[in-house]
């Protein structure tokens, strides 16, 4: 089982920074790619940004050149640095982790989420 905790969220101006920390434990063998997902109040949640071993990060298109997402495979961490916010990025973060065990089974991860409010 793995656990996840996430931290950063709070409230923002419109044009703010807002960091996400993502710390991953528990028992796996390899953390393969780590992420974010978004679900603002009646809309579907959508992935933000993803990171996976060995491969260029991946965006949604609204938040490319504004969102970086990093990782500290040392801490299994990861991290979403989040500038100029705009109001549309108010939703709930949910922190997203696939994991390898050494059977080669790979198991899927979500955090309780973290509430972003951008005001403008």
């Known amino acids: 089982q793995v656990q996840l905790v996430e931290s950063g969220g709070g409230l923002v101006q419109a044009g703010g920074s807002l960091r996400l920390s993502c710390v991953a434990s528990?028992?796996?063998?390899?953390?393969?790619?780590m992420g974010w997902y978004r679900q603002a109040p009646g809309k579907q949640r959508e992935l933000v940004a993803s990171?996976?071993?060995?491969?260029?990060?991946n965006y949604v298109n609204s938040v490319e050149g504004r969102f970086t997402i990093s990782r500290d495979n040392a801490k299994n961490t990861v991290y979403l640095q989040m500038n100029v916010l705009k109001p549309e990025d108010t939703a709930i973060y949910y922190c997203?982790?696939?994991?390898?065990?050494?059977?080669?089974?790979?198991?899927?991860?979500w955090g309780h989420g973290t509430q972003v409010t951008v005001s403008s």
């Open positions: 990171i996976s071993n060995g491969r260029s990060p």
């Open positions: 997203y982790v696939r994991t390898t065990m050494i059977t080669g089974r790979n198991n899927d991860y």
């Open positions: 528990g028992t796996f063998f390899r953390i393969n790619t």
